[in-house]
């Protein structure tokens, strides 16, 4: 047995690890850039030891430029170094974003002694990075500080607010580790992870094998279930890394932390997603397969007449029943029910909706949580997407912010 | 040879075709139906003499009992009536749906010497048809009036604007026939041909085969390759109609008058688009296959970011090069250009937007009408897809609309 304990100090509480930022202005100059005023644009995390390193990337074709020279280096490298930048994704800068990072960690290694140096990076697509400026960080940042807070507002974008959560593990032999994760992401999201970076840290002893198949495992529960709006990037990166440090790792327990802490940053993105004001779980049952399940579900959460009638908070489920027919899954009007939380709102018996489960419907959806789940009627098959609302400041920050 | 001459009296200038709407008051009781106030609810088309049908219905499984009904004649069946009411959907209704319609038909027939009537319906999910409402239309409905303006309103419901078109075509031989059109459409409306009724009814002597050939070729090529948000609906449909009066057919000048019909009345929905304010064209390629150009032309049309972009006048490109990158296609950045109208915009030589081309870019973007266009670099695959901007009047339609 094993006991998962919050903690309050971020990134701070994993052994071994340092994290800092600091700002080198590297805001565009477009006046619509509408990024808020973050204290911070280039950030680092590291450890005193070399860590193993699991990663996932974006599916985008067009991977960014720190994607590739990630990429580059052998398979199964121990790294203890990760340079963070915003405000500029060096993405579709070819073979010049690869050789300007390259120019960034030489610098680098000239003031800190660094083992195989990866970066990531957020931001406007299509310009090569200040790498003068980024240079100049290095003259700034304290490498020896463990400033979480900092480093997590760094990284924001659009984010409202910053994504940082740890958690301590207690064996049941009074040993322990921990896990750390700083996150960054509220725009464009998607089942297939878009434009968002999630650092995990841990101190587990824990099998670079173990570290591969368990980050596959939570994203795929986690950051790929969720949706703000169906769009992918070039950037998205999720990077798990281990020091070992705390020599102890149990299996089982580091499985069920890493699945928390994904599946809790991600809510928080969601919460976050760019005007939104609800998060809804999306669950559809009974399809024939887990496939069809996962179509459906992806089709509700990405659904635009879905996410403006649940800003309206109309419960208008002929929105719901429609996508569930568009997205091509095997399905029939008089074997479907749909259920908001506990309330059964359409089936085969129970077609228009009286003004009294109306009312309860409408109470239901003013929530800022709550789940549509559809059965389909027909199988086993289910799955579970998340989505949020799409209402007016959505609009008003993706026209105007140059992301 | 022959030419094509467009008419301004819709339905009128085809021979034999009668049309008309009443008001039999089918609105809603909810306060936000957002339905603008239209003199009409029930309208009908007719023909003197019984006409060949030809059709292309909505994908969406979920089809409305009017498109059920339809499909319960034999094929190649021969009608001289459609009934069609907005407000009501007729959708998710069950067996009940059809039966109302056939309750709906008798009635007619007690009133009206009909052969195979069919109906189309548009509006709310969810609601059985107002039975005895509709009914009553019959008592009120000229059935010799020819009132192309009242009918072509009368379905409308988000829509801004009436669209109809007609056009005569006249031969060499000094025949002449005549192909008339009205739609409705604004929100909904996806490379699936979603929520948009259309009505094409024609005097020319043309058979049923070349009727149903054209028909789907025409709807390929106009209103399944427009976008406003890429939901697909329970009742989209198109009809072809001819009683074959003019007794005189040329089917080169058939198509070519059907093609162009269909395509700009596509054009007029997707304009109409809610709260759009530009048409934007996405071709795409060189793309490796035309599959591959379809699949990442339909992506640009439907990104809500590129639509939001759109819509902030944000010459943006590294949202285009995104989108094209998530669509999953094959593409490599230094073989890939983008143009807007004809400035080339991105290309390997050619990545940063200096102030000069973003000036420029910017002017193409404030037109209502240009063209963006991609070129993947890789092989002869080919498709341009049609879209529109989103902007804050698309989540006021659609948050506060029961459709």
Not at 33 to 60: H, K, Q, W
Not at 369 to 391: K, V
């Amino acid at each position: 047995m094993y006991k998962i304990t919050p903690q309050n100090n971020g990134l701070a509480s994993v052994q071994g690890f340092f994290c800092a930022a600091t700002n080198v202005g590297m805001r565009t100059n477009h006046a619509n850039s509408g990024m808020s005023d973050i204290d911070g644009d280039v950030a680092f995390i590291r450890s005193e030891t070399a860590c193993d390193i699991s990663t996932v990337f974006t599916l985008n074709k067009f991977q960014a430029a720190p994607i590739r020279h990630f990429q580059k280096y052998p398979k199964n490298f121990k790294t203890d170094f990760i340079l963070i930048n915003a405000k500029n994704a060096n993405a579709m800068t070819g073979e010049k974003g690869i050789e300007d990072i390259q120019t960034i960690m030489s610098a680098l290694s000239s003031k800190h002694k660094v083992l195989n140096p990866v970066m990531s990076s957020t931001g406007v697509i299509g310009y090569r990075l200040p790498v003068e400026k980024i240079i100049s960080a290095f003259d700034m940042l304290d490498f020896n500080a463990i400033d979480s807070d900092k480093t997590a507002r760094a990284i924001m974008t659009t984010d409202q607010f910053k994504k940082e959560l740890s958690y301590k593990i207690e064996l049941d032999d009074g040993s322990s580790f921990n896990i750390a994760a700083i996150c960054k992401g509220a725009g464009m999201i998607n089942p297939a992870m878009a434009t968002m970076l999630c650092f995990i840290v841990s101190d587990a002893d824990i099998p670079k094998s173990d570290m591969d198949e368990m980050l596959t495992a939570a994203t795929e529960q986690s950051f790929n279930k969720i949706s703000v709006d169906g769009d992918t990037s070039t950037n998205d990166t999720v990077m798990l890394l281990s020091n070992k440090l705390s020599k102890t790792y149990n299996k089982e327990a580091f499985k069920e932390a890493l699945e928390k802490i994904s599946f809790e940053l991600a809510m928080m993105v969601l919460r976050d997603g760019e005007g939104a004001s609800k998060v809804v779980e999306f669950e559809v049952k009974g399809a024939k397969t887990v496939e069809e399940a996962k179509r459906a579900s992806t089709a509700l959460s990405n659904s635009l007449l879905v996410k403006t009638a649940l800003f309206g908070e109309d419960p208008n489920w002929g929105r719901i029943a429609s996508t569930i027919g568009a997205s091509g899954i095997e399905c029939s009007e008089d074997k479907f029910t749909i259920h908001y939380d506990n309330l059964l709102i359409y089936s085969n018996d129970f077609r228009e909706l009286d003004p009294k489960r109306e009312k309860e419907a409408y109470n239901i959806m003013k929530q800022d949580r709550f789940r549509i789940s559809c059965d389909i009627g027909l199988g086993d098959g289910e799955y579970t997407a998340y989505g949020c609302d799409l209402g007016y400041e959505y609009v008003k920050i993706n026209a105007e912010y140059r992301s």
